[in-house]
């Protein structure tokens, strides 16, 4: 009852945090949502938000002024993701960053191999994920209803290695990679229409510290 208690807390300030602050930036946005949460906490508020970018971006969090030192960095590099991947959706979340491609710009319909339309788009992320090697990289696969959902979590699960593979051939160590295939249990948008099914086939690239960031940035924020 008291983990309950506690992670429904969590919630709330989380809710808080995202929604009425309006004024913070993303970098005291970040610091705050590392010091209200972290580790598996972060995960239920991505279940309960049914936003599993949310939760793992959480759940990465240092918070204080460790992450604040972290937040400027990932502010810097969602800016540089913006300008050379236009056609990507660049997102800042508390300490970390997300990256929304629609599948049809990476995949054909039904379909797990990459374009070439869709490897060019990689290689501009490329770029500049080599810049900022601090970096850990969660790629999610997700679809629409359409299908049965065992079906949906293999092509999800199949297109997140595909695109994790291409991104380790290109230079991306492997150690920074991890790979989640989500199906259809996970919809951003409403799969009651064209538009928002097609929304709904997407892949996620979460961007967040590793270990040799959040020590460089707890020696930074502690001079």
């Known amino acids: 009852m008291k983990k ?19 004024t913070w930036n993303k970098t005291q946005k970040g610091a705050a949502v590392g010091t209200a949460a972290g580790g598996a906490t972060g995960a239920v508020i991505g279940r ?4 599993t970018a949310l939760g793992a971006i959480i759940g990465a969090a240092v918070g204080g002024a460790s992450g604040a030192v972290i937040g400027r960095q990932m502010d ?8 050379k991947v236009p056609d990507a959706k660049v997102e800042r979340v508390g300490e970390g960053i997300v990256v929304e491609f629609s599948s049809n710009v990476l995949f054909g319909f039904d379909e797990a191999d990459l374009s070439a339309e869709a490897k060019a788009n990689l290689n501009k992320l490329v770029t500049v994920l080599n810049t900022y090697p601090e970096t850990d990289i969660e790629i999610q696969g997700h679809t629409d209803s359409k299908g049965s959902e065992s079906y949906n979590q293999k092509l999800s699960k199949k297109r997140a290695d595909k695109v994790s593979d291409y ?8 150690n ?16 009651d229409d064209n538009e928002g099914r097609m929304r709904n086939r997407r892949v996620e690239f979460l961007i967040t510290a590793n270990e040799t960031m959040k020590v460089h940035a707890e020696k930074v924020s502690s001079n």
Do not use: D, H
């Open 167 to 174: 991104l380790a051939n290109q230079g991306i160590a492997n």
């Open 76 to 83: 810097k590099q969602a800016e540089e993701i913006k300008s």
């Open 4 to 22: 309950l208690k506690w992670s429904a807390l969590v919630l709330l300030s989380t809710v808080f945090i995202f929604g009425g602050c309006a």
């Open 48 to 51: 309960a938000a049914g936003n």
């Open 176 to 191: 920074r990679l991890n790979i989640q295939g989500f199906g259809e249990t996970m919809p951003k948008y409403s799969n």
